[in-house]
């Protein structure tokens, strides 16, 4: 695992895999009131290192799923997560906000 964090109205994750030797990224948003997080940033290569970079440095948790990573690479940017993955990506916030209340989280942990 990375790194993924959760604040009081609205919750990120980036996600990361590599694909033949270049890693892939995204980020998600989930604000109250969505109907479902949104892509919000992805990219491959040097554009997935600044997308964990700045995840980092914001203290977001990244997260580390290529089977995720390559589903949601699919997705259009601004789009929201795809229904089938509703409940993945439910599962993977519920947990990150339980470690966020117990304040077990840290904000650049990685596997």
Not at 8 to 25: I, W
Not at 60 to 89: C, G, K, W
Request: glycine content about 6%.
């Amino acid at each position: 695992m990375k790194n993924v964090a959760a604040t009081v109205d609205t919750a990120e994750t980036t996600d990361v895999a590599e694909d033949g030797g270049r890693s892939m990224a995204l980020a998600l948003a989930y604000a109250p009131g969505d109907m479902a997080p949104r892509v919000v940033a992805k990219g491959r290569g040097l554009i997935a290192d600044e997308i964990i970079r700045r995840a980092r440095e914001a203290g977001v948790f990244v997260h580390e799923s290529r089977e995720l990573v390559t589903l949601l690479m699919q997705s259009n940017l601004d789009d929201h997560i795809p229904a089938e993955l509703y409940v993945a990506i439910a599962e993977l916030l519920a947990w990150i906000y339980r470690l966020e209340q117990e304040g077990k989280t840290t904000p650049s942990s990685s596997s």
